[in-house]
């Protein structure tokens, strides 16, 4: 053996070693390497606030252009009390209700036929960094507001945080159709002037409570296929800021809308 | 004025004026700090893949020892087609339709009757990084097996991926009593040996469907009130390693459970 092959036999001696040693030190199914990486993304997360977005599905949560609200929406059909096996209930919601995402297909037929349903939601667009805004307290998100919050382009997700916050329209049975958001202009101003995606609002529609500027707003966001409303957030614990933003949909095949879930990690 | 003093004053003018600069460049409400993170953190989620595991909703998808599956559980009460302003549906399910997680108070009554509903589940659970992992085709998840994939210590979320995946049982319409799930010896190794928090499995019960065993599992890790079973997911896209869960289901206070949706991104 040369001195060159000597040398060469003893790298690949320790490199087998090194692999051996790297195999005991693994743990089953989980390599070290694996290992390390959950609990480091584990201290990661666990250094971050989270903040539920979404308001909880109670009878007396407000439902669009009703006194009602909610109401009775779940049924215990299954009772430990009454001998079941388990307790197992059964709920039934409008795909508009409480915090929910709409479809393209809710305003535009077209749309609904060509299958842009909660299913076909970008999840790239439901997830990611966010923008939370407050808006001037005394009007709607006009073209003129819009101007005056000049939201960068790169901007994907922006939920806005109105006076509907502030009177605490989420916690009231009754619906108030003098709610805060976006007119016709407003909204057009965000489709063409800025790169936003998700458009987060806090009470239960993105369109102003008049017959043409809500059409309007709905078709011009819903129209572009890619620009997911999000309605009735809970903003109550949010201040402004840059945050990342998780907000799952059920995946409701033919749903005009769905419910979802959305939270917020602190950036 | 000392030179001493002259040197404060010049560096006091100077980091004035870059405050100025700095709220010059500033975009409205948006930082160029928070710019650059937003723009950083969208680069970040986008190299990642997103794996959507949760199944869709639709009338054939199965539901728990039932040979018709869901059924129609969306009804369309509005329709643009018949002249209303918009397309508007209900939705009926089970809270345990679908991908779904388990409350507490599903088996424990006790739990039930405090609060442990679908709303109380753990967002920081729900939430972070998770392990795949592939189970021995011919066996349920029993105490034999949990020791052979030997997860170790400090992982808090495991989707067992199972012959259910293989068999497609979730998009056979018919339910299959013989689907692979956890023994009672299986969990209770689980929540005796293990940190594991949500426990993820590829068919409509973390328990095999065993009257004594289904309910031994259920009480063990319900029990427990912080295991979150996370039921009917979709991991035929999903090979085994680390990723990052997002799974959140609806907050239906008093609910046993909630439909979720839930995702990965690859880590």
Redesign the interface.
Known sequence: MTNHNTSLFSSLLLLSLLALVSLASA????STY??Q???E??SY??QKK?I?I?????PDLPSYASKKGLGDF?N??GS??NGS????????????S?THADAP???I?KL?DMGCDA?SLD??TL???V?V??TPRDKNITAEVMR?????R???RVLFRTSNTDKRLMHQKEFEPSYTAFTADGAEYLVQNTDIKLVGIDYLSVGINV?DDI?KV?YALLGRKDVIPVEGLNLDNVV???Y?V?C?????????GS?????L?Q?
């Open positions: 743990h089953g199914t989980v694996d290992l990486k959950i609990k993304e584990e997360y666990r989270v539920d979404s308001h909880k599905y109670v779940l215990l059909v430990i009390k096996l388990v307790n197992l209930s059964t709920f039934k919601l409008s795909t508009h409480g297909g809710h305003f037929d609904f299913d999840l790239r997830n990611g960094p923008l805004v407050d005056s919050l000049n939201i960068p790169g901007v994907k017959r059409s709905h402004p800021g840059v990342t998780h799952l949909p059920l995946r409701l095949v033919h749903g005009d419910p979802a879930r959305c939270i990690f950036s």
